[in-house]
Nanobody
Framework: QVQLVESGGGLVQAGGSLRLSCAAS????????IGWFRQAPGKERDFVAA????????YYTNSVKGRFTISRDNAKNTVYLQMNSLKPEDTAVYYC?????????????????WGRGTQVTVSS
């Protein structure tokens, strides 16, 4: 099992930037895909971005393409989500999750373990 801890959330004005981190411990982190998801109040948990085990492939939801960048440093057991040009609609709790087996990068049900989340609030 991989334990995940998110950090880096906070309050930022529209147009600002934040970098989220997802620190992992436990099973060999570098073997697995990692995804970022977000959940706004009263809404479902939605896919944001994902990265394969090596970092060679990345995936984004359309609304964040060109603004968010996912990356990983396997030596540090950490995945990052750089968020630029933030908008009020990006406000949510952001979660990272690990996927142990082959499957969809976009479906949260395909992920096996989750962090507790970090709050991102973007003011207008």
């Amino acid at each position: 099992q991989v334990q995940l801890v998110e950090s880096g959330g906070g309050l930022v004005q529209a147009g600002g930037s934040l970098r989220l981190s997802c620190a992992a411990s436990g099973r060999t982190f570098s073997y697995y895909a990692i995804g970022w998801f977000r959940q706004a109040p009263g809404k479902e948990r939605d896919f944001v971005a994902a990265i394969n085990w090596s970092g060679g492939s990345t995936y984004y939801t359309n609304s964040v393409k060109g603004r968010f960048t996912i990356s990983r440093d396997n030596a540090k057991n950490t995945v990052y989500l750089q968020m630029n040009s933030l908008k009020p609609e990006d406000t949510a709790v952001y979660y990272c999750a690990v996927r142990y087996y082959s499957g969809s990068y976009y479906n949260p049900d395909e992920y096996d373990d989750w962090g507790r989340g970090t709050q991102v609030t973007v003011s207008s």
